[in-house]
């Protein structure tokens, strides 16, 4: 069982910042959890790393069931940029993101910042989200 360390945090302005965590589940995967402290935030974030990205994902634990979302995405070999047309405040905005790395990928998040959507590919997607299933 891996110990987890406290979360490395990066102050992006004065309202908001990133706790960048290890995956429990996924040796090679961080969780960069944005967190608003006093009013809402538009989500549009890059996040740079110092190894690999092989894979990402997002979630906004606040939606529930379906949506039809505006969206931008940017990859590259070392960044993620991400840009949804909704805000959070209550709930963070969670992106995960596995790296090409043995281990502690939480210490190669270099950066997390508010993004420009410079190189972003704009679409219109559909996602739905589910409920979490409680415990039995």
């Known amino acids: 069982m891996t110990v987890q ?15 960048i965590w290890n995956a429990e589940d996924n040796t090679r995967a961080a969780l960069i959890y944005f967190q608003a402290r006093q009013s809402a935030e538009n989500i549009c974030f890059q996040i ?12 906004l634990p606040q939606l529930q069931g379906g949506h039809w979302l505006n969206t931008a995405e940017y990859v590259s070999v ?33 950066n997390a910042t508010i993004w420009d959507k410079a190189h972003g ?9 589910n409920p979490a299933i409680p415990p039995a």
């Open 5 to 19: 360390r406290p979360p490395k945090i990066i102050p992006i302005t004065d309202n908001l910042r990133a706790a």
């Open 48 to 59: 740079t790393t110092s190894a690999t990205i092989v894979s990402h994902f997002w979630k």
């Open 78 to 110: 070392n960044h993620y940029g991400v840009s949804i047309d909704q805000a959070f405040s209550e709930h963070p905005f969670i992106v995960g993101l596995e790296l090409e790395v043995v281990d502690d990928p939480a210490g190669h998040i270099t």
């Open 121 to 129: 590919v704009p679409q219109i997607i559909y996602v739905e989200f």
